[in-house]
């Protein structure tokens, strides 16, 4: 096999869009990523390439860990937190369009820093951290945060790529989703050759969505509106984002601590709100 490739795609003039893909469509790539597709073997899921040079990829595994139960869903969804983190975009203060929390190690983005609580000893965050860090046992155990996100049907997140300048170089970013299916974008960055057009994804209960190599440097993602007429049904939704910051970022976030709902009972959560 061809060794792994690394770097963003060569900046080109601008293409045009292509039409809406979904992620069965074939897409032409000249190299393999060896990485890649040795984390889809474990994964037992298909690598979908987002670059010609195999550099940007991602890699979903359908129903890789759904809820055990109802009563587990319903139980994380009660732990979300009582108010909107607060971001700053274009030096406006605005309110997130979910709820979401930290884990681990605190989280800045859009302007402001989600603060982080400590992870809870025997809880979901604990446990899919730790298999997270099996997935890429190369890397010899780098992840150590969350940030973990409530949607309900109405709830957004905007078009984004993540800033992974305070992430450990090279390693995946890990996003598990549990509850209502919804649509996920990705797009091409503008000014970038050989890149896959804007794609579309239903993540539903249990799905595990990896995104790897220069995929935050080729591509934008987001969660938009939930359409009525034209979307699967859908409801409530939970997501845990895994993250492997580096060894100066990390020092700055939560210790390990005790509490919150174990994994046995599908949970991790934040202190329950008292929100009636």
């Not at 170089?169 to 990705?186: A, D, E, K, M, N």
Request: proline share 8%.
């Amino acid at each position: 096999g061809t060794a792994a490739v690394a770097g963003p795609a060569v900046r080109k003039r601008a293409r045009l869009p292509g039409k809406l893909t979904g992620i069965d469509d074939p897409f032409p790539c000249a190299r393999i990523n060896i990485e890649a597709e040795r984390l889809a073997s474990k994964l037992g899921a298909p690598v979908t390439y987002l670059s010609e040079d195999g550099s940007s990829w991602l890699c979903l595994a359908r129903g890789w860990r759904p809820p055990c139960s109802g009563t587990a869903f319903a139980e994380h969804w009660e732990t979300h937190p009582t108010k909107y983190h607060e971001l700053k975009v274009f030096g406006k203060v605005c309110k997130e369009n979910r709820w979401s929390q930290s884990w681990g190690v605190s989280y800045k983005y859009s302007g402001s820093t989600n603060s982080a609580v400590p992870i809870p000893s025997g809880s979901l965050v604990e446990d899919l951290v730790s298999s997270c860090n099996a997935l890429v046992e190369e890397h010899q155990a780098v992840y150590n945060a969350c940030l973990q996100n409530w949607y309900v049907p109405d709830h957004t997140i905007g078009l984004h790529a993540d800033d992974e300048r305070a992430h450990v170089p090279g390693v995946p970013i890990f996003s598990l989703s549990w509850g209502g299916t919804r649509r996920f974008l990705l797009h091409p960055k503008p000014g970038l050759e050989g890149l896959r057009p804007k794609m579309e994804i239903f993540l539903k209960s249990g799905d595990l969505l990896v995104m790897g190599g220069t995929c935050q440097l080729t591509h934008k993602h987001e969660v938009p509106k939930w359409r009525k007429t034209k979307d699967p049904p859908t409801g409530n939704r939970i997501n845990w984002t895994i993250r492997a910051f580096d060894a100066t970022h990390a020092r700055g976030g939560a210790p390990r601590g005790r509490g919150g709902l174990s994994a046995a009972g599908g949970g991790g959560g934040p202190p329950r709100n008292t929100k009636k």
